[in-house]
T-cell receptor, first 115, second 116 residues
Framework: KAGVTQTPRYLIKTRGQQVTLSCSPI?????VSWYQQTPGQGLQFLFE???????NKGNFPGRFSGRQFSNSRSEMNVSTLELGDSALYLC??????????????FGSGTRLTVV | AQSVTQLGSHVSVSEGALVLLRCNYS??????LFWYVQYPNQGLQLLLK??????LVKGINGFEAEFKKSETSFHLTKPSAHMSDAAEYFC??????????????FGKGTLLTVNP
């Protein structure tokens, strides 16, 4: 079955702009999480959604937001981009009710470069 | 609060040698523990996970890890390294109930180099 699909794979944006990243989870998975990966900070949790509800949020400024649709697809938005937002953004999905015990499957990520 | 410490940001082994990547965790409640591998320009691939069943967990590609509660460790091993094992490896923990159960906390990663 198809894995977690993230689009686009690569993005270049200018400081001050906003960006929207998309994630389609594995069919049947209802939990979607987002992570930011940078060389300096490593992998950091952004937020997690289940059935269109945000269940947990990481320590990121309000410029980072997300949402989940009724078909479980998710988007994350970053407004007023800063150079430090350059990162690999990873999406992960989990089955049924989600939660760590079920494990997480990651997508290939979206590489965002802010110039 | 949960945290993960991976000892050694870079490990180098010869092909055919034992691979040992170290991970220690901190959690106030019984944790779920994971090892992921990341190849260049790719996402994370799950190698194995501990979810309170057997303490010795076998994963893909010949990797295994042992959960040791007394040492709060979850080290990853492979008896014989292959060139294709060269990648970055991440240990992760998730624990607690409610929101804490819905996120992974990762270590800083260990870059594994395999020499011919």
């Amino acid at each position: 079955k198809a894995g977690v699909t993230q689009t686009p794979r690569y993005l270049i944006k200018t400081r001050g702009q906003q960006v929207t990243l998309s994630c389609s989870p594995i069919s049947g998975h209802r939990s979607v999480s987002w992570y930011q990966q940078t060389p300096g900070q490593g992998l950091q949790f952004l937020f997690e959604y289940f059935s269109e509800t945000q269940r947990n949020k990481g320590n990121f400024p309000g410029r980072f937001s997300g949402r989940q649709f009724s078909n479980s697809r998710s988007e994350m938005n970053v407004s007023t981009l800063e150079l430090g937002d350059s990162a690999l953004y990873l999406c992960a999905s989990s089955s049924r009710t989600g939660g760590a015990g079920y494990g997480y499957t990651f997508g290939s990520g979206t590489r965002l470069t802010v110039v | 609060a949960q945290s993960v410490t991976q000892l050694g940001s870079h490990v180098s082994v010869s092909e055919g040698a034992l691979v040992l990547l170290r991970c220690n965790y901190s959690s106030s409640v019984p944790p779920y523990l994971f090892w992921y591998v990341q190849y260049p320009n790719q996402g994370l691939q799950l190698l194995l996970k501990y979810t309170s069943a057997a303490t010795l967990v076998k994963g893909i590609n010949g990797f295994e890890a042992e959960f040791k509660k007394s040492e709060t460790s979850f080290h990853l091993t492979k008896p014989s390294a292959h060139m294709s094992d060269a990648a970055e490896y991440f240990c992760a923990v998730s624990s607690g109930s409610g929101g804490s159960n819905y996120k992974l906390t990762f270590g800083k990663g260990t870059l594994l180099t395999v020499n011919p």
